[in-house]
């Protein structure tokens, strides 16, 4: 009698719970679709985030070639300027010294011209013939130098002339044993004719002309002799022979 009650106790605690498989079902599909929905999102924003940085990517990489083409630009204007303030500064010198060697020929035809006209209007000159004029160059070579000598006929009737030239170089030398030496200067006075220093094809000078001739050649100077004064001597020949000297100091053109 005494354990009913305690079986009455125990089975009133029992509590029953009704299980419905469509909810388990629904929640497992609602997890799902979360998950779906969740990657879809994420592809979608990894897309368009990468789909962002492409675009990104290609304007700055336009804005770098612009940068690089733009650069390139600015270093061809640079080299250009750069190339013309060159050409305009050579440009500008040449200019000068084409202009100062025009005034020199200027000058050279303006002396010419007046020359030609003393030679066809000689009514104020001497007449005769005449040493005109005695030019010096250097060449290269130390001691060597190229003469021109000018011959003119002033005669108001101008016949053909002809004769000789003689052509002396006074100056100083190193005294040698057949001459007694300046005690002052240790140097000897010296002549030098045109047979001793004139090259190959220069000696003898002839002259034949109507109105003027030009006369050139070259001579060579010995080592340790220096020139002061060339004399030159001209010769005519025939029925009116006569000569004419003429005296120029050295001095070398150029």
Known sequence: ????????????TVRVVSVHPWRQALFLLAVVLLILLGSVGGYRLGRATAELDDTYMASVERLNR???????????KLVDADLTRQVDGEAAQSLKESIRGLKDQVAKLTEEVTFYKSLMAPSTLERGLQ????????????????????????ESRRDWVQGDIALEIHGRADPDSTAGG?????????????????????????FRFRYFQDLTGV???PPGFTPEQVVIRAGR???SAEAVNRTFDWTVAG
């Open 219 to 221: 001579i060579r100077l």
């Open 131 to 154: 040493v005109a004029d005695f030019e010096l160059s250097s060449l290269e070579e130390a001691g060597r130098y190229r003469f021109h000598l000018l011959l003119t006929q002033v």
């Open 66 to 76: 612009a940068n690089r083409q733009t650069i390139a630009d600015l270093e061809a």
């Open 1 to 12: 009698m005494t354990q009913r009650p305690s079986r009455l106790k125990n089975a009133a």
């Open 237 to 239: 020949r025939g029925a």
């Open 182 to 206: 300046d005690s002052a200067t240790g140097t000897v006075e010296r002549v030098l004719p045109l047979t001793e220093i004139a090259e190959e094809g220069t000696y003898p000078l002839k």
